[in-house]
């Protein structure tokens, strides 16, 4: 299993970013993905989760109508659209997958909000 994130960066608040991840050694559609994120000295926490199929999204509170968790199963691919970010938003941002009781993570993206 090989999950890797890309499309992190440095954006003002209120802007916008797209991260993307790239899934591969297990059959992408049939699993449930998540995105977490983990600020500096925070706990990692879980951002959005979105079902095998992409008929069911979920969101952290803190998040909700901000951004957007999709999938493309033709891909391997799962996104999280995120926007109007906040400095708070600042941090690493993992692809998660729970394959064969496993989770398995990519190596993180950093997204900083910072004007």
């Known amino acids: 299993v090989q999950l890797v994130e890309s499309g992190g960066g440095l954006v003002q608040p209120g802007g916008s970013l797209r991260l993307s991840c790239a899934a591969s050694g297990f059959t992408f559609s049939t699993y449930d993905m998540n995105w977490y994120r983990q600020a500096p000295g925070k706990e990692r926490e879980l951002v959005a989760t979105i079902s095998s199929a992409g008929g069911s999204t979920n969101y952290a509170d803190s998040m909700k109508g901000r951004f957007t968790i999709s999938r493309d199963n033709t891909k391997n691919m799962v996104y999280l659209q995120m926007n109007s970010l906040k400095p708070e938003d600042t941090a690493v941002y993992y692809c998660?997958?729970?394959?064969?009781?496993?989770?398995?993570w990519g190596q993180g993206t950093q997204v900083t909000v910072s004007s």
């Open positions: 998660n997958a729970l394959v064969w009781g496993y989770d398995y």
